[in-house]
């Protein structure tokens, strides 16, 4: 609306300016007092008047190195009270942010051993100083109304206990339900833009969740809906605790409070986090829980290695690792186990028993918690392999190793077992092979178990819940053409000799393929299955392995029985998966890593080939990982007894299905055929106009040689 | 049947073509010679030579009488098919990247790329017939880039010659009168199937029974096939690589793919999986059926015999590979297909 000067004349006699309400505007404009520049110390001595002076040089010179002080008597003012000064300061500054400066590097700063600066801005004491801006009383926050995000495990309901995935392309993501050999059916409609980097399922599929510029957000329920916001600038790495209780986040950027205190009340973090950039957060709440910055060791550094935080397998500790200690914390409070860091000098990596542990003297339900790590050779030590006790912190077993050039630690996953592959280098320092030492933890006193090779192990990983394990090995001859084949894949399972007490069990080889490229093992999450696969940029190949062959048949058992399923080719993998339930395997060739023939593939365990879909710019396939089963021991043998019937069933329901998208598709395509003629048909009145090409036919003589013959005449 | 490879060209292929009986296959490259070829052995006709840089484009006219390339030496030449002489040079302002006869073969359409400080034009020069060396300089009609839109990569005439059809570097379609080089129409081709963002188009090829309907290929590795009436879309061929080219073919309703990685990707990658392949999709059920392999770099043109009996492919690789189709290739049929045959037939 606009007016003109007259109309304006007008109005303004109508309307007396003193009846309209200007306390929005008012409030909207409220010009600021300008005390920013002012701060007021506290905790400064106090000295006799004679010596103030002195005082304030000392304190002039500290201040003026975080910003220029006013000239003259404004710019530090010591009041005085019967010839003494008071203890406190006023410091004026020449603009805020040099105030602001002063109050975030100065304010705790030791002058001496018994006095510390306290710095804090004017108008800071002014609205909290002054009585009533404060309430006395606490007031309790008020309650924000419950949301419900629906039950966030219905889909462990679906009654064809189907699994779900995620889809990554372009800049799509998806959501999906697992049909086998027919096009995946969505759950949500597939959300362009979800995220700007990746997403993930948090360990047990719960939540999922989507990185943004601004933080993470989770989502869930049937619809997954929009559940909580992390706010975290910039963030990169995501991590979770094994039980979902916290997630860990890293984000190259340091976190710096907003200006305002209006947005400082909405920000998550408070002025102690203050440069920092690795978060923890407790997923339920979605506040943060414990902020850290970064070791000065992995400040600048390219490659992060992560996760920065390992947890125990109940969430109840975590711990970081710095130069030469650990830091354990403990939940919900984040502050260091006994207030004090674990010194372990020069340790390299540690490792927390993925179970409880139960120690033969140990009587807690549930088991220890322990957790393993090791320090390499030093001058006049040799390298180290521990196992520590938590929060006991004894250490519980430790083994000295000598010409060590690397360690990896892998726990069997029920905490019976710790297999350390050390790599070992020759004398010469030229050649390296692997010993593999077996840390018995369920026997009296943690004996060790020696394995030694000649050659160097490049994977190792031990079946879920058994005491089987596959090697990938390979000579180390110095011959580096990678074109040969000589990797060699080893299936080694426990075996007994010898009866009743003085029964001995040690790891025997049961089965070998040689000559092979493979480089990585993916057992199946519920065991017996293994894929042992070739990931590379040249060739790819996945062997399916089952290594209980035979054994629901023969009455004999064998500890290990290896057959070879299934040899399918995968040039362009990059990945492989497999589902939560141990039914599928998926390998995927992503965008991120290879721009060729982008796509997934599913697979039964099997290794049957269920579909091959190229899709263009494929970025991740990601299952939907699943909780524990809820069944015990005998509810399972019950199901496994009457397989049959519930197969019977389950295949019913798929025939019938594939049925119907067979004839969809026949019929699809007729009506497609039909729509096309018809088209067509439109044209077939209009006579073409022939462009009358005046050209004669020639005929043409086309020369065929039916044989030739050469024949030498000498 | 094993294919005959052509190997007269040094450097890769820009485009092939047949005439209107099939018998001759006129192929450019972006060395500086024309090639014509007898299409049922592969025996060279002879080499049209006179461009000093690379030839981008090739066509015959309805006869086989005259023949005319536009190349990136900035010039228009004219040639005679029975002799291989020049009978006239045209120069443009910038390269030339398509040129194409009307079907009545009394005209000639060139594109002027956008390069050079050139608006990008597409030009229509009206042949002298009677004194082929005695070319008008002047074009008869002038279609500039539309300051809205993009410059045209490729052109061609509808079957009576009213249109000129151009596919754009921004996805469009653009439909102009060809008599006087007014906007008739414009479509989005390209740029809306998938998220790909780069769409241009690089082929427009019409329909070999009645040039009704064209496809369109594109580097969003797509093609569609599009009606020239009401610039409808009507399928879509979805790849897994830009595509350079797209043909349809006779007798069977299939259209041909082609293209791959992008050339200066090639040397990165093992041939398997540049997909240098030809596809062949089902015109009207838009669903892959099968490739041919052979080239060892992207294809850059492709061109079907006019009567459905093969088809030909130049690739970035340098080489020609002329193809003729086998007895199963005319007996496959879909399901559907079978049961409309049956019925027609009166078997069911």
Redesign the interface.
């Known amino acids: 609306m606009s007016l003109t000067e007259q109309e304006y004349a007008d109005l303004e006699k109508e309307v007396n300016v003193d009846d309209i309400d200007f306390s929005d505007l008012e409030e909207k404009y409220t010009v600021d007092v300008g005390l920013d520049n002012y701060v007021v110390v506290d905790g400064a001595p106090i000295a006799p008047e004679s010596k103030v002076p002195v005082l304030i040089k000392v304190l002039k010179k500290i201040f003026s190195e975080v910003g220029e002080i006013v000239e003259g008597d404004d710019g530090i003012h010591m009041p005085l009270e019967g010839g003494k000064s008071k203890g406190y300061l006023f410091v004026q500054f020449k603009t805020n942010e040099m105030a602001e400066r002063a109050i975030k590097e100065l304010n705790g700063k030791k002058l001496d051993l018994k006095h510390r600066l306290l710095v804090n801005r004017l108008s800071d004491i002014e609205k909290f100083g002054v009585d009533g801006n404060v309430a006395d009383e606490f007031q309790e926050p008020e309650l924000p109304p419950f949301e419900s995000h629906g039950y966030l495990k219905s889909w462990l309901q679906d009654e064809q206990g189907r699994d779900q995935f995620g889809l990554h392309f372009a800049e799509t993501f998806g959501v999906y339900w697992n049909k086998k050999k027919l096009d995946p059916e969505p759950v949500i409609e597939p959300r362009k833009a979800f995220t700007s980097k990746y997403a993930k399922f948090s360990p047990k599929g719960t939540y999922l969740f989507s990185i943004h510029p601004q933080g993470v957000q989770s989502w869930g329920g049937s619809d997954f809906s929009s559940i909580h916001k992390y706010v975290h600038n910039q963030v990169r790495l995501v991590d979770f605790s094994p039980n979902e209780k916290y997630m860990v986040t890293l984000s190259p950027v340091p976190i710096t409070l907003p200006e305002g205190t209006g947005d400082r009340s909405s920000f998550p973090f408070g002025p102690e986090s203050e440069g920092h950039k690795l978060v923890i957060w407790d997923l339920a709440t979605g506040e943060p829980a414990r902020t850290f910055a970064l070791p000065p060791h992995l400040e600048g550094q390219k490659e992060m290695p992560w996760p920065l935080v390992k947890w125990s397998h109940d969430d109840k500790y975590c711990a970081r690792q710095g130069p030469g200690a650990l830091a354990i914390y403990e939940t919900p409070s984040f502050q260091l186990l006994d207030g004090k860091l674990v010194r372990i000098d020069e340790i390299v990596d540690f490792e927390w028993a993925p179970a409880g542990v139960h120690l033969t003297n140990s009587k807690v339900e549930g088991g220890e918690h322990v957790l393993s790590y090791w320090t390499p050779e030093s001058t006049n030590q040799t390298a180290r392999v521990a196992l520590m006790q938590i929060p006991s912190r004894q250490v519980l077993r430790t083994v000295n190793l000598f010409q060590v050039s690397d360690c990896k630690m892998h726990w069997q996953s029920e905490g019976k077992l710790l297999c350390v592959k050390v790599d070992r280098h020759t004398k010469s320092g030229k050649t390296i092979f692997t010993n593999l030492e077996f840390f018995k933890l369920s026997e009296k006193d943690i004996p060790v178990e020696k394995l030694e090779l000649k050659e160097i192990v490049v994977n190792f990983a031990w079946e879920p819940k058994s005491e089987r394990f596959i090697t990938i090995s390979r000579l180390d001859d110095g011959n580096l053409n990678s074109a040969i084949p000589k990797n060699t894949v080893s299936f080694y399972a426990p075996e007994t000799t010898g009866k009743g007490k003085t029964a001995t069990t040690s790891f025997k080889v049961f089965h070998t393929f040689t000559n092979k490229h493979s480089n990585t093992v993916f057992w199946s999450p519920k065991g017996r299955y293994v894929v042992v696969a070739t990931i590379s940029r040249s060739n790819g190949e996945i062997d399916f392995i089952d290594c209980s062959f035979d054994d629901d048949k023969s009455s004999k058992k064998s500890p290990a029985n290896i057959k070879l399923l299934k040899t399918e080719r995968y040039s362009g993998m990059t990945n492989l998966e497999w589902d939560p339930s141990g039914r599928f395997v998926a390998g995927w060739s992503s965008s991120w890593l290879s721009n060729i023939e982008n796509g997934y593939r599913l697979y039964e365990f099997s290794g049957v080939q269920l579909r091959d879909e190229l899709v263009d710019q494929f970025k991740e396939f990601i299952w939907r990982a699943r909780p524990a089963s809820l069944l015990n021991g005998a509810d399972k043998k019950k199901v496994r007894a009457n397989l049959r019937e519930y197969s019977a069933q389950f295949e019913e329901v798929d025939a019938m299905e594939a049925d119907a998208r067979v004839r969809e598709a026949i019929l699809a395509r007729r009506r497609a055929l039909e729509e096309w003629r018809s088209y067509r048909a439109k044209f077939a009145g209009k006579v073409r106009k022939s462009n009358n090409v005046q050209a004669e036919t020639i005929e043409e003589i086309k020369e065929e040689i039916f044989e030739e013959k050469e024949e030498i005449v000498e | 049947m094993r294919p005959i490879k052509l190997m007269g060209h040094e450097r890769s292929l820009t485009q092939v073509k047949y005439n209107?009986e099939g018998?001759l296959l006129f192929s450019v490259a972006k060395d500086n010679a024309a090639s014509i070829w007898y299409s049922?052995?592969g025996e060279r006709l002879g080499t049209l030579e006179g461009h000093q840089g690379v030839i981008w484009s090739i066509d015959v006219d309805?006869?086989?009488y005259l023949c005319a390339t536009g190349g990136g030496d900035l010039a228009i030449k004219l040639w005679k098919v029975e002799n291989g002489q020049c009978l006239f040079t045209w120069e443009s302002p910038s390269p030339v990247r398509r040129v194409a006869f009307s079907?009545?073969?009394t005209k000639l359409l060139a594109i002027a790329d956008q390069v050079m400080g050139h608006i990008g034009t597409i030009v229509v020069y009206d042949l002298n017939l009677d004194d082929l060396s005695n070319q008008n300089l002047q074009p008869s009609v002038i279609i500039e880039t539309h300051p809205d839109s993009s410059k045209a990569n490729v052109a061609g005439w509808s079957?009576?010659g009213a249109f000129i059809i151009a596919g754009l570097d921004n996805g469009f379609v653009a439909k102009y009168d060809s008599s006087n080089g007014e906007l008739l129409d414009t479509a989005q081709a390209h740029g809306i199937h998938?998220?790909?963002k780069i769409f241009s188009i690089t082929d427009i090829q019409f329909a070999p029974e009645?040039g009704?309907y064209f496809i369109t290929s594109s580097k969003d590795?797509c093609a569609t096939l599009i009606?020239v009436e009401t610039f409808e879309i009507?399928k879509v061929y979805?790849a897994?690589a830009p595509m350079n080219t797209a043909a349809i073919t006779s007798v069977k309703?299939f259209v041909i793919l082609g293209g791959g990685?992008e050339a200066r990707?090639v040397t990165t990658?093992?041939e398997?999986?540049?997909?240098f392949e030809a596809r062949f999709y089902h015109?009207?059920?838009?669903e892959e059926i099968g490739r041919v392999k052979g080239h060892f770099g992207p294809l850059n043109t492709i061109a079907v015999h006019p009567d459905g009996l093969g088809y030909s492919s130049g690739g970035e690789d340098g080489f020609i590979r002329v193809h003729t189709f086998d007895k199963s290739y005319f007996d496959f049929l879909?399901?559907?297909?079978r049961?409309?045959k049956a019925a027609a037939s009166g078997n069911i």
């Open positions: 209107r018998d049922s052995n309805p006869e086989s079907p009545d073969g079957a009576d998938n998220e790909e009645d009704s590795k009606d009507l979805k897994d309703d990685q990707n990658t093992a398997s999986q540049g997909k015109k009207i059920f838009e879909f399901d559907a297909e049961t409309e």
